[in-house]
T-cell receptor, first 111, second 114 residues
Framework: GQQLNQSPQSMFIQEGEDVSMNCTSS?????WLWYKQEPGEGPVLLIA?????ELTSNGRLTAQFGITRKDSFLNISASIPSDVGIYFCAGRTGTASKLTFGTGTRLQVTL | DVKVTQSSRYLVKRTGEKVFLECVQDMDHENMFWYRQDPGLGLRLIYF???????EKGDIPEGYSVSREKKERFSLILESASTNQTSMYLC?????????????FGPGTRLTVT
């Protein structure tokens, strides 16, 4: 199945720094989702987006649905050690009956 | 609070064994999904179900079957386990009102087939 291109693949940042990651597709999406997965656990839904241009926050996390509908962005402000994990984007095209997942961005936070 | 549970966190089975992975959700969701997750390959959809007794093949259904006799429970069956089915298996559910978006995942079952 199709996969979304997610970048960067990995990030090593210092505590307190802001983080930006994005997800791009060759297809138009009508739903974008962002998940976080910690080692040995299932992905946890962070933010869901349903409209082009939509900007939604969840605490220190902010995600945007790109106006072209082919991309989405996730920002984390003032990172802390518990932000460590893999962040996945996922999207749905048209009336598709399933989600397409990104390849993940692995985030490491150093003190 | 949203809750998806999976019967086992870790499972070790022998080649040729029949394996049952159980998933239960308590959110009254219509849609349920089974994925496997492998390094470098991401999440791949095995099967999904949008109603009791209904099932649809995902991207990699070969070697697997599913059962949904009750709304809250979705089972994944490996008819004859093989070593290439060693993987992390993730169950998810979503409400019909959100299509297949907003999927909520269980903690996963790490299956090793020896």
């Amino acid at each position: 199945g199709q996969q979304l291109n997610q970048s960067p693949q990995s990030m090593f940042i210092q505590e307190g720094e802001d983080v930006s990651m994005n997800c791009t597709s060759s297809s138009i999406f009508n739903t974008w989702l962002w998940y976080k997965q910690e080692p040995g656990e299932g992905p946890v839904l962070l933010i869901a987006l349903y409209k082009a241009g939509e900007l939604t926050s969840n605490g220190r996390l902010t995600a945007q649905f790109g106006i072209t509908r082919k991309d989405s962005f996730l920002n984390i402000s003032a990172s802390i050690p518990s932000d460590v994990g893999i962040y996945f984007c996922a999207g749905r095209t048209g009336t598709a009956s399933k989600l397409t997942f990104g390849t993940g961005t692995r985030l490491q936070v150093t003190l | 609070d949203v809750k998806v549970t999976q019967s086992s966190r870790y499972l070790v089975k022998r080649t040729g064994e029949k394996v049952f992975l159980e998933c239960v959700q308590d959110m009254d969701h219509e849609n349920m999904f089974w994925y496997r997750q492998d390094p470098g390959l991401g999440l791949r959809l095995i099967y999904f179900s949008y109603d009791v007794k209904m099932k649809e093949k995902g991207d990699i259904p070969e070697g697997y079957s599913v059962s949904r006799e009750k709304k809250e429970r979705f089972s994944l069956i490996l008819e004859s386990a093989s070593t290439n089915q060693t993987s992390m298996y993730l169950c998810a559910s979503s409400p019909r009102a959100r299509g297949v978006g907003e999927q909520y995942f269980g903690p996963g079952t790490r299956l090793t087939v020896t």
